[in-house]
């Protein structure tokens, strides 16, 4: 343990006993919460339903048989909370008449004691649950919440380490719940260690020291790849078009683009679209406008895309705007819609040296507020010049002594400036100024007021340092090391029963903002008064219109409808479509939120939300410019709602053609909210002769219909997704199959990419089908007809939607003692329900605001 | 007053129909069929006022025939043209047809040249040129090649009237383009003007300055370099030469992984090519060609200066199909048109281009200016042999000069009349040199 301890955080540490540490209460924790099952006894209480259940059920649902997967002669003698998921699918299917099957004799007397014996004995159990462990079991922040927690606490506006924590969520396609489901989460000693590291790597961004850096311009010369640049002239240089190759620009002066410090920057560049004749060597007007990507890296080496420029062609046209410059250079990629990037001398942007600038960093406050976060008003100086001044006075300067892993300074030398590593942090009365800062730090760390004991505890890591007077900065890191990978700020503190003002709070905000309460909020726990539902109501508007609430509709996009797994489109070099294809889900719910438009949209809008790029997909017209903006269909359109957007058409599809049974299955699941389980492993297959497999799509779907196995679920979703085949693999509008083989069949021209041109698909005769029947047996021509059905049962859908909600809200699915919860906010909102209105309803739940 | 009238006949239909106003003596004439394909620009002043132009078909007797004239619009893939306009008579049977050109009165009427196109088959051809009243002028059998656009220059003058007759069996030929003259009876009709270092100047309608019908040779510019030894010394064949060397090491795939495919940069025995005096000077800035004209106009006390973007588009013939509002780099590549005709390739060493797998020709490198063919005002080299440098930028504010037409390293795409290429003020290249306009007012 001990040896272990060192490692996390690799400071020179002194006899302080180990035993205090607090990743043992982690594994504590951990253990209590995951490992342990519940040890909640809910027995069916009724004779009368064992009785029924032995006599219609346990025939076919015995160990011998196991239909379904299904074992009654076991699941009567297990805890009922332990398969609460199976015994709430056997009561919803008792309920729809679907099992016992037609021959079994159910009289209706008795179906209904069944149904009403099962229903308490549920809700009994869920209550038990509710009242003794709670219904979420202990929850802790996914790397994503972790992040974003970082990013509030410290300032950092630009801290990038999701990516860096264990325990990633990992969602397949059939995966239905979401990626903060406490009960899925699980914590493993040596992931500490990673979160160890991240929260080093956030003390040491957020520690920006020395002078104000003053603000400079930055004027472009000749870098990076200088074989892709011809000098135009004194001041003017061309890039040529490298088919989405990064593009360095190196800035004078120095290495950096940046001149050493990481901030905001104005930049301004004047320039042009023109293209290279490498047959004449010649410069050609070229008649499009060229997008590019202005991005920079971030200190851990993640690519941020921070401003798109676009260079008009024939006139050289001056871009503003700003952007957010990380460690090194500026970098420049062509997002090349004009060209297929096979020529080396394509399209490019010729650059007037001259007027083109970097300009900052800009900077408001001095120290930064990060700074202040960890160190408050200390003041600091640089070491080296201050030493003589300083032990010329009465106290002793403290001394700096090179780290015994040099590498942490490394790390903070390299995102900021090499001389940073020569400042120090000026404490005059060190162990005040610790216990001070630690209390603050922690109080907002750990989401909730602390106690003098638990300051006191986390002090003493930082004592050995201070005593030996090194740097006060390192003295008091370990103190905050053992802060961020507490078990207190990793974890949210929720007790069985009605939760506390201050964990409302917390659930709150990781609800709507996936991160740590904000000051006001913290303020308003601290007075009481946040469960009263007025002024509850008040913060979740306040929240929703906050900025951060775009977290939540960006996790709650990926989550439910696995929105960032939108791929590029092979073949185009077009990771930009794919980008405006993500962004249209976002901010369709986004407008869904602020718009406050009833949630029908969501299965069908007249209207949608789309940028340039988005419109000319669609083939909507008139629409200029990168924002996403809402447009009117026109009537008759397809698009409108989340099923006809291109990202859902994409993840659904296979690489390059669409697969109507993924489809079908995806709308029955995200939008139905009809269970289907994963797909059991395939048993082993026959060899089947060439002519005997099926040849289409169709076809493979009557096969299922022969098998078992596969019908039971299959016949729910198989033809639904048909609805969906007007719509290409990546949502392209279609109304023939492309041909299998190139240079045959009827030739089209298409033009998907905006700006780009077009270029040649081959059709086959054969027409897209359309056809297809839901789980329910009404049957559709088209996806305006899916739509129609599925608005038919608008209820349904909300509810739906509502529990999913409730789910990400909470961190735990909809349990079957849940549902009374739903029906609640379903009854208290009879009319136009909106997604405001329902995270409201969910909000103001039992199920929300009690453990 | 002199008019000179050239007319570019694309339809038989626009003949009929359309005439349209434009500049003082212009006439232009629009195409009204083909939609879909480019207007190509006519010039000229006021026809219907000076001049009847008819078309008809006679038999081998000489009497009118009633004939549908047809546009031939066949998609030979490689063909000289599918634009042609059929202008023979009935299916397999010899017969005659005829433009006839009257002059108004007081006007006389000059045939200066016209180009026939075909589409398949080598064949003879009977032309005949009749002033009206029945003298012939001239009578003869040409043979066309295959997929052979050719010009005519008869070269004659009347007062009374032109008809131009042509006799053949073959349906799949065509008048494409005609250029005539139109002088007052008391005026002399317009002769090029040559001027001291024996450059000619033709008068190209649209322009208000007259064209030379060649780029500026070597020889002319080694008489500038050398009554200016402080010039830049890189036009010289030398420098050329060593240049050369730094081209060829530019193509060496182990200095240049990404340029060194020799496919498509120009072959080494080209760059070491030397040019004769009358090939076109290459490797002169903008700048450098500016000094040029400069010098030679204080030496002839006359006006020369380098084509404007517009008077390159008159010579080319374009110039009315072009937006005036739009900058030169805007105009680029709208129009479809090559100065031989409608489509690639043109005939076999009538232009100087690159060669790839569709056009041939015997030029390495620069050629003599008067060695390929002229186009209808009787300019050389528009379209090949080098490009040329325009006294505008691409656009307002632009690093770039206009650059114009196709060279020896360009391939179609330069070749068209519409297409601009841009360089720096001092940049050099290989393959730019320039031509000059001499103001005048024969020319207004």
């Known amino acids: ?851 | 007053m002199k008019v000179y009238l050239s007319i570019l006949i694309f339809s038989l239909a626009s003949l009929k129909t359309t005439y349209a106003q434009s500049e003082a003596h212009a006439i232009q004439f629009e195409l009204l069929k083909l939609e879909n394909r480019q207007a190509i620009p006519q010039s000229c002043g006021d026809v219907p006022n000076k001049l009847d132009v008819s078309y008809r078909v006679l038999d081998k007797e000489g009497k009118p025939v009633e004939t549908e004239v047809s546009f031939v619009d066949r998609p030979y893939r490689y063909s000289i043209s599918n634009l042609a306009h059929r202008w023979a008579s009935a299916p397999g049977q010899d017969s005659i047809a005829e433009i006839a050109l009257i002059p108004k009165k007081g006007f006389q009427v000059t045939l200066r040249r016209l180009r026939v196109a075909t589409f398949s088959g080598s064949h003879d051809l009977k032309i005949r040129l009749l002033e009206e009243g029945g003298k012939v002028l001239e009578d003869r059998a040409i043979k066309i090649a295959e997929r052979s656009p050719f010009t005519l220059a008869p070269a004659s003058t009347s007062t009374k009237g032109l008809r131009f007759q042509w006799e053949t069996r073959n349906q799949n030929m065509g008048l494409s383009a005609i250029s005539v003259l139109l002088t007052p009876i008391d005026q002399k009709p317009f002769e090029p003007i040559v001027n001291s270092l024996g450059l000619t100047f033709e008068k190209v309608p649209g322009s208000k300055s007259l064209v030379a019908t060649t780029e500026v040779r070597v020889k002319d510019y080694a008489a500038f370099a050398k009554e200016n030894p402080e010039i830049d010394n890189s036009w010289n064949t030398f420098i050329w030469e060593e240049w050369s060397k730094v081209f060829q090491t530019w193509l060496i795939p182990s200095k240049n992984p990404d340029r060194g495919n020799i496919n498509k940069g120009p072959l080494v025995e080209d760059v070491y090519a030397k040019q004769t005096l009358d090939d076109p000077v290459v490797n002169v800035s903008w700048k450098d060609a500016n000094a040029f004209c400069r010098w030679l106009s204080k030496k002839e006390g006359r006006t020369y200066r380098l084509l404007t973007d517009h008077q390159w588009s008159c010579a080319a013939g374009i110039a009315s199909a072009e937006d005036s509002a739009l900058s030169p780099g805007e105009k680029s590549g709208r129009v479809h048109h090559y100065v031989w005709g409608t489509h690639f390739p043109p005939k076999v060493n009538s232009e100087n281009l690159r060669e790839f797998h569709q056009f041939k020709d015997d030029y390495p490198h620069t050629s003599p200016v008067t060695a390929t063919s002229t186009n209808l005002f009787g300019l050389y080299g528009l379209a090949g042999n080098v490009q040329e440098l325009c006294e505008d930028p691409l656009a307002e504010g632009s690093f770039f000069k206009v650059v114009r037409g196709g060279g020896w390293r360009t391939r179609e795409l330069h070749a068209t009349s519409s297409s601009r290429a841009g360089l720096p003020p001092f940049q050099r290249n290989i393959s730019i040199g320039f031509r000059i306009a001499l103001e005048s007012e024969i020319a207004q």
Not at chain 1, 548 to 565: C, G, P, T
Not at chain 1, 816 to 834: E, F, N, V
């Open chain 1, 1 to 851: 343990m001990r040896s272990e301890l060192q490692f996390y955080d690799g400071l020179p540490r002194p006899s302080v006993g180990c035993e205090r540490r607090p990743w043992k209460a982690i594994v504590r924790l951990v253990v209590i919460g995951v490992l342990l099952p519940a040890s909640v006894q809910a027995e069916l209480k009724s004779d009368v339903a064992t009785h029924l259940l032995k006599k219609h059920c346990i025939e076919c649902h015995n160990a011998d048989k196991q239909e379904g997967g299904v074992n009654f002669e076991q699941l009567l003698t297990t805890e009922l909370w332990d398969n609460q998921q199976v015994w709430s699918a056997a009561v919803d299917k008792v309920r729809s008449g679907e099992m016992p099957p037609e021959k079994s004799e159910l009289t209706d007397k008795h179906r209904a004691d069944l149904l009403s014996s099962l229903d308490a004995a549920l809700i009994e159990a869920g209550e038990t649950r509710r009242r003794t462990v709670g219904r979420v079991p202990l929850r802790r922040l996914t790397p994503e919440e972790y992040e974003y927690t970082l990013r509030d606490l410290l300032h950092l506006e630009h801290l990038y380490v999701k990516q860096n924590l264990p325990d990633q969520p990992t969602r397949g396609f059939f995966d239905q719940s979401f990626s903060n489901r406490a009960a899925a989460q699980t914590v493993s000693p040596a992931g500490i260690h990673e979160y160890v590291k991240v929260a080093e790597h956030a003390i040491n961004m957020a520690g920006v020291f020395g002078e104000k850096p003053t603000r400079n311009r930055f004027v472009l010369t000749h870098g990076g790849f200088s074989h892709f640049k011809i000098p135009v002239g004194e001041h003017a240089s061309y890039v040529g078009n490298t088919a989405n190759r990064w593009l360095g620009m190196k800035l004078a002066p120095g290495e950096r683009s940046n001149g050493g410090y990481s901030g905001w920057y104005r930049f301004h560049l004047k320039t042009q679209s023109i293209r290279f004749n490498e047959h004449a060597h010649v410069f050609e007007p070229f008649n499009h406008p060229i997008y590019s990507q202005l991005s920079t890296r971030t200190v851990d080496d993640q690519k941020v895309n921070t401003a798109v420029l676009i260079s008009q062609p024939h006139r050289m046209t001056v871009q503003d705007g700003l952007m957010y410059i990380g460690r090194g250079n500026l970098m420049m990629s062509f997002l090349s819609q004009n060209d297929t990037g096979h020529k080396r001398w394509g399209p490019g942007v010729l650059f007037d040296e001259k007027e083109s600038w970097l300009e900052g960093p800009i900077i408001d406050e001095w120290p930064p507020a990060s700074y202040r976060s960890l160190y408050d008003n200390l003041p600091n100086c640089n070491f080296w010049d201050a030493k003589k001044k300083w032990n010329a006075g009465p106290s002793k300067m403290p001394e700096k002594r090179w780290h015994p892993r040099g590498d942490l300074r490394l790390e903070h030398a390299r995102h900021n400036d090499q001389k940073m590593a020569n400042y120090v942090v000026v404490s005059q009365k060190p162990e005040k100024d610790a216990r001070r800062l630690l209390t603050t730090f922690m109080t907002r760390a750990f989401r909730r007021p602390v106690k003098p004991e638990e300051v006191d505890s986390y002090y003493e890591l930082a004592q050995p340092g201070i005593e030996a007077n090194i740097p006060f900065q390192d003295a008091i890191k370990p103190a905050y090391l053992a802060v961020l990978s507490s078990s207190e700020f990793l974890f949210l503190d929720e007790q069985p029963g009605k939760l506390n003002d201050f964990a409302l709070a917390n659930r709150l905000s990781y609800f709507l903002w996936r991160s740590m309460p904000d000051e006001a909020l913290f303020e308003i726990a601290k007075s009481g008064k946040l469960h009263e539902p007025a002024v509850l109501e008040t913060q979740v508007d306040r929240m929703l219109a906050d900025e951060r609430a775009e977290r939540f509709i960006e996790s709650f996009a990926n989550d439910w409808l696995q929105v960032d797994k939108v791929q590029a489109m092979p073949g185009t070099q077009n990771a930009w479509l794919a980008g405006s294809m993500k962004h249209e889900t976002y901010r369709f719910l986004r407008e869904m939120l602020r718009g406050d438009h009833d949630v029908v949209n969501l299965i069908d809008s007249d209207f949608v939300v789309v940028d340039d790029k988005m419109a000319h997909y669609y083939g909507i017209e008139g629409v200029a410019g990168p924002e996403f903006r809402l447009v009117r269909l026109p009537a008759g359109s397809r698009r409108g709602g989340l099923m006809t957007q291109a990202s859902v058409l994409d993840v659904t599809s296979e690489d390059s053609k669409t697969n109507p049974i993924l489809r079908g299955a995806w709308v029955v699941r995200k939008i139905m909210g009809v269970h289907i389980p994963p797909p059991p492993p395939l048993p082993p297959q026959e060899e089947v002769p060439e002519e005997e497999r099926p040849r289409t799509m169709r076809e493979e779907i009557a096969r299922h219909g022969t098998v078992r196995s596969c019908r039971d679920c299959h016949s729910k979703f198989d033809t639904v997704g048909f609805a969906l085949e007007e719509f290409g693999p990546k949502g392209q509008a279609r109304e023939f199959y492309p041909n299998k083989e190139k240079n045959k069949g009827k030739e089209v021209r298409v033009s998907l990419i905006y700006g780009a041109g077009s270029h040649r698909q081959w059709l086959s005769d054969e027409r897209v089908e359309t056809a297809g029947e839901t789980h329910n047996g009404k049957s559709f021509e088209d996806v305006a007809g899916l739509k129609r059905i599925l608005r038919q049962d608008e209820e349904h859908f909300a509810r739906h939607l509502t529990s999913m909600l409730m789910a990400f809200a909470t961190g735990e699915n909809v349990q079957y003692s849940d549902r009374r919860d739903i029906d609640q906010i379903m009854a208290a909102q009879p009319g136009k329900k909106t997604l405001r209105s329902l995270i409201l309803g969910v909000i103001q739940s039992r199920a929300f605001q009690e453990k």
